[in-house]
């Protein structure tokens, strides 16, 4: 069995630091895992895909439809990358909007939560909707939103990491001052998806 | 992880290394004493962790001003009787292949090995050319990793090859492999000689004719006992799972190939290459045997294809080949699982369909990549535009562009970037359109660029006395591919103080007369300057020195202080100024049309103040 996810979001908000916990999680619980991250050019205010894979793969990427669980970390990235997901992923998205600088400047527009919400429900049975935005702010730091989702990741049924491990990568991954907000944010996201 | 365990990690450790940090690992298993690089994506992160852990380790490791002067730094070290290590990006090796191809006449003695990582789909590069060929062109091994633990096994392979060979060995990498993480088992840390010593031997490091016509016949023996040692590589092996379809590969495409077998239950018969050039004829021949057809999966070029396509027409073999020529695969772009799957599934006439997917049917907004909020290259176009305006130049300025992150210049509302070739091209084609036009040509390049390839064209203007203003955006870093030094900050590639370079000086020395060093935050001034430069004759250039505001902000954030700007609604027009000219992406508009600023965004720059006509912004409290 591969389990497969992939994480999408904007440069800056904690992505492949995320991609990374859940990699180390998962050497610790026994399991092969390989991941792909984004590097360089795109990092500037752009798009960041990571794609992880736990189990026996050989390559990083996955697939259209392929992926067990998508955590989309802005709603609009969330579209993007749904062709990685079939009827039966779990999706995970955080509803905070990041407008891109394109939309001020009058070049794109930007869809409106309402309906981006309305697609995801009329297409994916799984789906959890988290303003992880604002369970961040209430942990304590905007900056712990990527924690809310892990923590939203591991309650979800058939994932396969313990808590207790990802928890013990958190720890050795994050930077020491910061770590009771983030588990605070990280506990709160669990909370979110098990309710 | 720290990154430190890349270096103290004992013998047996499982790692979730990067490709590009297992690379790191491979060198300290190889024992390697000198290491050398100019830094370009996707091969950055080895410098960059090179820079924390090689003075512990006890090598030598420089960024060196360009690709051509690393790799020579690397092939005297292995003239020493060092194992050396040069790394680069793919259009990197193009920069170092004048010394490149030379050193494959001369060969090694310390194993050399020259990594170039490339970049299908082009992710941050001008092209996606297939360095595989350089193998071919100088006459060199060619290895290829698939995954982070073979970039450290296959390093420790390549350096035992190339001392057994006398060659220099190409290591190809490709974006997919550099920025892949996955599980690396640690072997045991080689402690790496200090010095070597270099012993005379013209005959054997000097190519003049006499010399490099017995050399250039060496170079194709060595690569006939190559191609021996290739046939019986542990780095090429074949998986049989049955059937009459072959399959031959190589690199971060086999990973596609091997989970589509054990995903579909293809039955075929693989070769993955690890030792790719000289192609292994007797090995293809052996793997050929009860076969069909053979399909090749590799990325970018036919290069293992056309090599098929010769063995089958040498020895009129009654084979088919399916590839890329016949349309069964891509000739561009990076693969993923669904294009490999669909070439095999081809291939054997399969009936794998393809798995349901969502599609997305709401527009979505562009997000392209951004300078970041506070970057003084912002603030450095905002003035050059206003300037240009004022003197009713409007459209006829043309703006040659360099390699770095003012590259995104491109983009509107700034459109400051119209002509771009390589690293250093901004001055060396402002000098071509300065003679073709009367157009005025205002050429921007950044502060470790210039030093990599821009002082040439520059001396060029002057002696060919051409009329252009290069603009040196001096940010004190090689800041897009992860702030490694240049050569005009105090710091080297070991940690150590080391001597700045004055750009202004070094310009003065080549002769220009007019140069002037400002500070693009003060946009006044700025725009001052530029108007004082388009209006002049000859060579002008202007030194826009400002640090990048990924160092700046490290600072603010180590002293706590941090300022963020505010719009006073009472006193703004909503002319959005700020947005359509400045294009700050901390600013936003919101539904009823008002305009903001981001907290969580905003630098505390200020620039937008001197922006805003209403002297609308003002610091949040």
Redesign the interface.
């Known amino acids: 069995m591969i389990y497969k996810i992939h994480l999408a979001g904007v440069g800056g908000q904690g992505t492949i630091k995320t991609s990374s916990i859940i990699g180390e999680a998962a050497i610790k619980q026994g399991f092969n895992v390989v991941m792909s991250e984004v590097h360089g050019m795109a990092q500037r205010g752009g798009i960041v895909n990571t794609d992880i894979k736990i189990g026996e793969a050989k390559s990083p990427l996955i697939g259209k439809g392929d992926a067990n669980l998508i955590i989309g970390f802005e709603p609009a990235e969330t579209l993007r990358s749904l062709d990685r997901a079939n009827e039966n992923t779990f999706v995970i998205t955080n509803s905070a909007r990041i407008i891109p600088f394109t939309v001020s400047l009058g070049i794109s527009e930007y869809p409106s939560i309402e309906k981006i919400i309305e697609f995801l429900k009329n297409n994916i049975k799984n789906l959890f909707v988290i303003d992880a935005e604002k369970i961040a702010k209430e942990a304590g730091n905007i900056m712990s939103l990527n924690m809310v989702l892990l923590g939203a990741a591991v309650a979800i049924p058939q994932f396969p990491l313990r808590k207790d491990v990802v928890v013990e990568a958190m720890k050795e991954n994050l930077p020491v001052k910061t770590i009771e907000t983030n588990l605070k944010a990280f506990e709160k996201g669990f909370e979110a998806v098990k309710r | ?1 720290n990154v430190k365990k890349i270096l103290v990690a004992g013998e047996g450790e ?1 790692l ?1 290394l ?1 490709g590009n940090e297992s690379a790191v690992r491979g060198i300290f298993e190889s024992g390697v004493s000198v290491a050398s690089t100019y830094p370009g ?2 091969s ?2 080895i410098g960059n962790v090179l820079w924390k852990l090689a003075k512990e380790y006890g090598m030598y490791f420089e960024f060196s001003t360009n690709e051509k002067v690393a790799l020579e730094v690397s092939a005297a070290a292995s003239a020493s009787n060092l194992r050396s290590f040069v790394f680069m990006k793919h259009v990197g090796l193009n920069v170092a292949s004048d010394s490149f191809m030379s050193t494959a006449y001369l060969g090694v003695n310390g194993g050399m090995v020259i990594l170039t990582a490339d970049d299908p789909s082009m ?2 590069s001008q092209n996606e050319q297939d360095n595989r060929i350089y193998a071919r062109l100088a006459g060199v091994p060619l290895i290829e990793p ?2 982070p633990q073979e970039v450290k096994d296959f390093i420790k392979y390549a350096y035992e090859l190339s001392e057994k060979l006398h060659l220099p060995v190409l290591f190809r990498t490709t974006t ?1 492999v550099s ?5 690396v088992n640690t072997g045991r840390v080689a402690q790496p000689p200090k010095k070597g010593i270099f012993k005379k031997a013209p005959e054997k490091y000097v190519p003049v004719p006499q010399n490099s016509r017995r050399m250039h016949k060496e170079l194709i023996e060595k690569l006939k006992s190559a191609e021996k040692i290739a046939n019986e590589s542990s780095l090429n092996e074949i998986y049989d799972f049955g059937g009459k379809l072959g399959i031959l590969t190589s690199g ?1 495409a ?3 190939v ?2 589509a077998v ?1 995903e579909f239950g293809f039955k075929v018969r693989v070769l993955k290459l690890g030792f790719s050039y000289p192609f292994p004829e007797s090995l293809v021949l052996k793997f050929l045997e009860g076969l069909d057809r053979v399909l090749v999966v590799e990325e970018v070029e036919p290069v293992m294809e056309n090599d098929l396509l010769a063995l089958v027409g040498k020895k009129k073999l009654n084979l088919e080949v399916l590839g890329k020529y016949n349309g069964f695969l891509p000739r561009i772009y990076e693969y ?3 294009i490999v ?1 669909d070439g095999i599934n081809k291939a054997i006439y399969g009936k794998v369909s ?19 909020p506070g970057c003084p290259h912002r603030a450095t176009y905002f003035s050059v535009k206003k300037a240009v305006k004022k003197l009713g130049l409007e459209g006829q300025v043309i703006y040659p562009s360099d390699i770095g ?1 003012y590259t ?1 210049g491109v983009q ?2 700034y459109e400051t970037a119209d002509f771009l070739l390589s690293m250093g091209a901004s001055i060396g084609t402002a000098n071509g359109f300065a003679h073709s036009t009367d157009q005025k040509v205002v050429a921007f390049i950044g502060d470790s660029t210039f030093f990599h390839s821009g002082l040439p064209p520059l001396v060029n203007a002057i002696h060919n006395k051409a009329n252009l203003v290069a603009v040196i955006l001096d940010n004190r870093t090689t800041a ?3 702030r490694q030094p240049s050569p005009s900050e105090p710091i080297n590639g070991m940690g150590e103080d080391a001597p700045e370079i004055s750009i202004e000086n070094t310009v003065k020395g080549i002769g220009v007369e007019y140069v002037k060093t400002v500070d693009p935050y003060n946009l006044y001034n700025t725009e001052k300057v530029f108007e004082e430069a388009l209006t002049r004759n000859g060579v002008s250039v202007i030194i826009a020195k400002h640090p990048c505001a990924l160092i700046t902000d490290e600072k603010k954030r180590k002293r706590n202080v941090w300022i963020t700007f505010t719009i006073n609604q009472e006193k703004c027009t909503r002319c959005k100024v700020c ?2 000219d400045l ?1 700050c ?1 901390a ?3 919101a539904n009823d049309g008002t305009i903001h600023i981001d907290p ?1 965004i905003c630098d505390g720059c200020g620039v937008c103040t001197q922006v805003c006509p209403e002297h609308a912004i003002e610091v949040r409290k």
């Open positions: 992880m499982k979730f990067l994506t996707p950055s992160e992710y941050s698939a995954n997919r920025h892949m993480r996955g599980v971060g086999s990973n596609y091997l989970d054990s993923n699982p669904d799957k393809q798995k349901s997917f969502v599609k997305n049917s709401i527009p979505l907004p562009s997000r392209p990549p951004v300078l970041c992150c995104l509107p509302p897009m591919t992860g947005i359509t294009a992406p600013f936003f508009v969580l």
